[in-house]
């Protein structure tokens, strides 16, 4: 079995515990694909640079990133530039052979390109353009085994490949939990996302009030209305990954000494695929009911 981990990129996280788990699994003769966030250092770059990170509201109230041309300069820069390369060489200090992978090399991530995205500013719509973002349509998931079967551990990071409408393609930007759920799903891998919570709580200010696990759509229902602010993308990009095909889906704290092996042994909180509602159910239920 394949696990596929993320270790999310806030300045909260520190992922010298995972990466030390990373190595015990594969010299254990496991699979690990590991995947990064960054936007924090993305931030921190773009202010270095003495320029302002945007961040925009759509009409549903979700809070993200826009991202211009130049904000994409500095994604290349910092994502498979510095924070790649910096896992990819802490692994190797691991003993582990790692090969650090954009989503633009071999097509690993592709999706449409969004150039223009609809925004509330001001309490009014808009349309704002020039963005360069996109949402993952295909994994190509055979780089993947392949670099595994022959002994290395793939380190993947955004950006990813953008199908232009005019033909072509151009580097975009993507969400990390969602990518690396994309992953899972292709792989049918398990997912841990690791981060700076030790799970998701009931109350997110309350650490006592962790949900332990999610194994059917009303469990589920109830990690949706729990999960606010950061969580809520995990949750999404969580049900992303089992829907696309992936083992199960846990989120734990990446500041412990073995926080892969702790999420898989059940620490953190577990979503399973019989959280999700089988829509072919509901179909034959309505059908029934009618």
């Given at each position: 079995?394949?696990?596929?981990?993320?270790?999310?990129?806030?300045?909260?996280?520190?992922?010298?515990?995972?990466?030390?788990?990373?190595?015990?699994?594969?010299?254990?003769?496991?699979?690990?694909?590991?995947?990064?966030?960054?936007?924090?250092?993305?931030?921190?770059?773009?202010?270095?640079?003495?320029?302002?990170?945007?961040?925009?509201?759509?009409?549903?109230?979700?809070?993200?990133?826009?991202?211009?041309?130049?904000?994409?300069?500095?994604?290349?820069?910092?994502?498979?530039?510095?924070?790649?390369?910096?896992?990819?060489?802490?692994?190797?200090?691991?003993?582990?052979?790692?090969?650090?992978?954009?989503?633009?090399?071999?097509?690993?991530?592709?999706?449409?390109?969004?150039?223009?995205?609809?925004?509330?500013?001001?309490?009014?719509?808009?349309?704002?353009?020039?963005?360069?973002?996109?949402?993952?349509?295909?994994?190509?998931?055979?780089?993947?085994?392949?670099?595994?079967?022959?002994?290395?551990?793939p380190v993947v990071s955004v950006p990813v490949l953008?199908?232009?409408?005019?033909?072509?393609?151009?580097?975009?930007?993507?969400?990390?939990?969602?990518?690396?759920?994309?992953?899972?799903?292709?792989?049918?891998?398990?997912?841990?996302?690791?981060?700076?919570?030790?799970?998701?709580?009931?109350?997110?200010?309350?650490?006592?009030?962790?949900?332990?696990?999610?194994?059917?759509?009303?469990?589920?229902?109830?990690?949706?209305?729990?999960?606010?602010g950061f969580m809520t993308k995990k949750v999404m990009?969580?049900?992303?990954?089992?829907?696309?095909?992936?083992?199960?889906?846990?989120?734990?704290?990446?500041?412990?000494?073995?926080?892969?092996?702790?999420?898989?042994?059940?620490?953190?909180?577990?979503?399973?695929?019989?959280?999700?509602?089988?829509?072919?159910?509901?179909?034959?239920?309505?059908?029934?009911?009618?």
């Open positions: 079995m394949t696990t596929v981990v993320k270790i999310g990129g806030a300045r909260a996280v520190d992922p010298e515990g995972a990466l030390a788990d990373v190595a015990s699994l594969v010299e254990d003769g496991e699979d690990v694909v590991l995947t990064h966030g960054g936007s924090t250092a993305v931030d921190e770059t773009l202010e270095e640079l003495g320029e302002e990170p945007t961040y925009v509201e759509t009409p549903g109230g979700v809070v993200g990133r826009f991202t211009d041309e130049r904000t994409m300069d500095v994604f290349k820069m910092v994502m498979p530039g510095k924070l790649n390369t910096d896992l990819v060489e802490s692994l190797h200090n691991e003993g582990v052979d790692a090969v650090g992978l954009s989503g633009t090399d071999g097509k690993l991530l592709c999706g449409k390109r969004k150039s223009a995205v609809r925004v509330k500013e001001d309490g009014k719509k808009k349309i704002k353009r020039g963005d360069h973002s996109g949402t993952i349509e295909s994994v190509n998931a055979d780089l993947l085994e392949t670099t595994l079967a022959g002994g290395y551990t953008g199908k232009e409408k005019g033909g072509g393609y151009t580097a975009v930007n993507a969400d990390a939990d969602r990518a690396a759920a994309a992953i899972a799903g292709a792989l049918e891998a398990d997912l841990v996302v690791l981060t700076d919570v030790s799970g998701i709580y009931e109350d997110p200010d309350d650490e006592s009030t962790k949900i332990e696990s999610a194994s059917t759509p009303d469990e589920f229902e109830a990690v949706k209305d729990a999960a606010e990009a969580a049900e992303e990954a089992l829907e696309g095909g992936a083992s199960s889906v846990i989120v734990a704290t990446a500041n412990a000494d073995e926080p892969i092996t702790s999420a898989l042994a059940g620490e953190g909180t577990t979503l399973e695929p019989g959280a999700l509602a089988d829509a072919d159910a509901d179909e034959t239920a309505q059908e029934a009911a009618e």
